[in-house]
């Protein structure tokens, strides 16, 4: 079975702060993992994914995050934070043989000027 | 990449109708899938759906409540049916273009039900 869980439904950061939004998963065998953005009224853009190559998975808009084996984490961070970024974030999981995303249940994002 | 149109982009619909929303990608995928994000809530697979076959249900989803027809490799419609106002959600189709797990799943920008 699979599952992310998402700490903190909601996060605040100052325009230029880091950003920091956590994901854990849970997996009975190596991970695919991902990062979703979902900006109001529209639909999901991939950030990032972590397909089992390099550890530190650089995305788009200035985001990265680590997938931590020992922590069962891959955190989203992006080191500083702009009004745009402003949006819903979703971390998601799949494995070898599926194809079917789960989902965790999201983190808003809000940036304060 | 993959560029997915929807329609309708929302309606509002009363209760004990049905809506049937289509999913639209500019080039062949392998698979085809259509998601539930229910208002504040995360994404839940309804269904894959299959090209030629009847589609793939999740549990708790039945093919009575969501047809779905796949027709061919660019074109889905997912109908909800006799809908009640637990139903108003945003329903998203998404593609994979190959059959493997580390592709990318793309997403169209949804269709916002309100059911009344």
């Known amino acids: 079975a699979q599952s992310v869980t998402q700490l903190g439904s909601h996060v605040s950061v100052s325009e230029g702060a880091l950003v920091l939004l956590r994901c854990n998963y849970s997996s009975s065998v190596p991970p695919y993992l991902f990062w979703y953005v979902q900006y109001p009224n529209q639909g999901l853009q991939l950030l990032l994914k972590y397909t089992s190559a390099a550890t530190l998975v650089k995305g788009i808009n200035g985001f990265e995050a680590e997938f931590k084996k020992s922590e069962t984490s891959f955190h989203l961070t992006k080191p500083s934070a702009h009004m745009s970024d402003a949006a819903e974030y979703f971390c998601a999981v799949t494995q070898t043989g599926a194809n079917n995303l789960f989902f965790g249940t999201g983190t808003r994002l809000t940036v304060i000027p | 990449s993959a560029v997915i149109s929807q329609k309708p982009s929302r309606d509002i619909c009363q209760r004990g109708t049905s809506l049937t929303i289509q999913c639209q990608v500019d080039?062949?995928?392998?698979?085809m899938f259509w998601y539930r994000q229910q208002p504040g809530q995360s994404l839940t697979l309804i269904a894959t759906a299959n090209q030629g076959s009847e589609a793939t249900y999740e549990s708790g989803f039945v093919i009575d409540k969501f047809p779905i027809s796949r027709p061919n490799l660019t074109f889905s419609t997912l109908t909800v049916s006799n809908m009640s106002p637990e139903d108003s959600s945003i329903y998203l189709c998404?593609?994979?273009?190959?059959?493997?797990?580390?592709?990318?799943?793309?997403f169209g920008p949804g269709t916002r039900l309100t059911v009344l």
């Open positions: 080039s062949q995928v392998t698979m």
């Open positions: 998404s593609v994979l273009r190959d059959r493997v797990a580390t592709d990318t799943q793309y």
